[in-house]
C-alpha cells in the first residue's frame, strides 16, 4: 500500500490521434486498446435515436425518468436511487465532492479517474494493490486490514472527525487486470466498511459480461454503498455517453445537485431505454463474451513469453517478458494497424503488460500472430 504521485491519466481508444500521426485512416485499424463489446451499439439503440430526432428541438428531460425508471425496474430498486450521467467518467469526476472526501483508498492497479477525481476534489489517493504475484488477485485481504485498522480502537479519537469523508474505490471487474471479485466476498467487506462509517464505491463498468457478480440489488439495504454503471462497454456506445450511479436516495440527491442540468441528452435516454429492453443483444454478447474469451486465452498461452491473467469481462491483461520495452512494442504493433493498452501507465504497476479488448475470432487472431512475431525478435 502507498500513496502514488499523481501521473496525467492516459486512456485506451486513442485510435483518431494514432490514424494521425500515422498518416492512415482511422479504418486501417484495428482497436484492442478500448475493450468495448465487438457487436458496437444494438440496432435498437440506433433505431430509437433515429426515431428521436425531431426532439432535438426541446431539451431533454433534465430528471430522465423514462430511463430512470427503466432502469430500476430492470435492477429492482428505486427510481430514485439512480442518477444518470454524460458517461459513468461524469460521475466519477462528481463523487469526491458530493461525499466531500478527504481521503480515497484504491484497489489498484485501476481505472485512473478515481485517482484524478480525489486529486481534483483536494483528497489525497493512497492505492491498496494487487500484485503479480498472485496474478492480481483482489486485493480483498489488505483492504479488510486496512478498514479494521481505521476502525480500531488505538486510531479512534482522529479518526471519528474524518471518517465520513474516507470511501474505498473498487473496480469490479477490474480494468486493467480483468480480475473480478465475487460478490460474496465484495457484501462481507462492504459490511465491514458500514460498520466502520466508510462509504464503498463499486465501478461496474464491466459487470454485464459477469453480472453474478454485481451487487447492485442489495443497494436499498446498504446506505454507504454506491454503485456505478456504464452503457459504453456493454453495449458498444462510448460515443453516445451514457452511464448511471445508484445509491441511498439522500446521496443521489446530492451528486444530482451538482451535475449540470441536461447532461444526458435525449438521444442518449431514448437510446438506453432501447438498450435495456434488448434482452437478445444481451444474451447474445454475453454467450459470445464466454466463448471467446476461452478460446482467446487458450491461444494467448500458446505464445512464448506471455503471461496470462485470468480474465472475467470483455478484456485480457497479459504480462510480458521483463526485459521487453512496452512502448515499442505498442508502437511496432500500432505500424501493423493493431492498437493495445499498456498497462504501465497505470498507477501502481510494476511490470510491463498489455491489455487487450476481445473482439471477433479473426481480429483476436491477428492479434496473436502480431505478438508472436513481435516477442520472437525480442
Ligand atoms: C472501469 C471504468 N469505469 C468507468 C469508465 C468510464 O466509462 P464511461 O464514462 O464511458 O461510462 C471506464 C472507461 O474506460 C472504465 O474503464
Not at 213 to 225: N, V
Not at 250 to 269: C, D, G, K
Request: charged share 20%; net charge positive.
Amino acid at each position: 500500500m502507498g500513496d502514488v504521485v499523481t501521473r496525467s491519466v492516459v486512456h485506451g481508444g486513442q485510435v483518431h490521434q494514432v490514424a494521425k500521426t500515422l498518416g492512415r485512416p482511422v479504418s486501417s485499424f484495428i482497436d484492442f486498446s478500448a475493450s468495448v463489446n465487438p457487436f458496437g451499439p444494438p440496432a435498437s439503440v440506433l433505431g430509437a435515436m433515429q426515431q428521436s430526432l425531431p426532439s432535438c428541438g426541446h431539451y431533454p428531460d433534465p430528471s430522465a425518468e423514462g430511463l430512470r425508471m427503466r432502469l430500476a425496474k430492470e435492477h429492482g430498486i428505486s427510481s430514485d436511487s439512480i442518477v444518470l450521467g454524460n458517461g459513468s467518467a461524469e460521475l466519477i469526476r462528481m463523487l469526491p465532492l458530493a461525499l466531500s472526501l478527504r481521503q480515497g483508498y484504491v484497489a489498484g492497479p485501476t481505472f485512473m479517474e478515481y485517482e484524478a477525481s480525489l486529486h481534483l476534489a483536494g483528497a489525497r489517493c493512497t492505492y491498496v494493490l494487487a500484485t503479480s504475484a498472485e496474478k492480481y488477485a483482489p486485493p480483498l485481504e489488505p483492504l479488510s486490514l486496512l478498514v479494521g485498522a481505521l476502525h480500531s480502537g488505538s486510531q479512534r479519537a482522529a479518526y471519528k472527525n474524518a471518517k465520513s469523508s474516507t470511501a474505498v474505490f473498487f473496480c469490479n471487474p477490474n480494468s486493467p487486470t480483468g480480475r473480478v471479485a465475487t460478490a460474496r466476498s465484495l457484501r462481507r467487506l462492504y459490511r465491514q466498511i458500514e460498520r466502520a462509517g466508510l462509504w464503498m464505491v463499486i465501478d461496474e463498468a464491466f459487470i454485464d459480461f459477469c453480472p453474478s457478480h454485481s451487487l447492485i440489488k442489495e443497494i436499498s439495504k446498504a446506505r454507504r454503498l454506491l454503485i456505478l454503471r456504464s452503457f459504453t462497454k456493454f453495449y458498444g456506445m462510448p460515443g453516445i455517453r451514457l452511464g448511471y450511479l445508484v445509491g441511498a436516495p439522500e446521496t443521489v440527491a446530492t451528486i444530482r445537485r451538482l451535475l449540470p442540468p441536461w447532461s444526458v441528452s435525449h438521444f442518449a435516454q431514448e437510446a438506453g431505454v432501447a438498450a435495456v429492453d434488448d434482452v437478445k443483444y444481451r444474451q447474445r454478447s454475453v454467450k459470445f463474451m464466454q466463448e471467446e474469451r476461452q478460446r482467446f486465452m487458450t491461444r494467448l498461452r500458446g505464445v512464448p513469453g506471455l503471461r496470462i491473467i485470468p480474465a472475467s469481462a470483455n478484456f485480457v491483461m497479459v504480462e510480458l517478458p521483463l526485459k521487453c520495452v512496452t512502448a515499442s512494442l505498442v508502437s511496432r504493433l500500432a505500424r501493423q494497424g493493431i492498437l493495445v493498452r499498456d498497462c504501465q501507465t497505470f498507477s501502481g504497476m510494476t511490470q510491463p503488460a498489455l491489455r487487450l479488448a476481445i473482439r471477433y475470432p479473426r481480429d483476436n487472431n491477428r492479434v496473436i500472430h502480431a505478438l508472436k512475431e513481435a516477442l520472437r525478435d525480442i
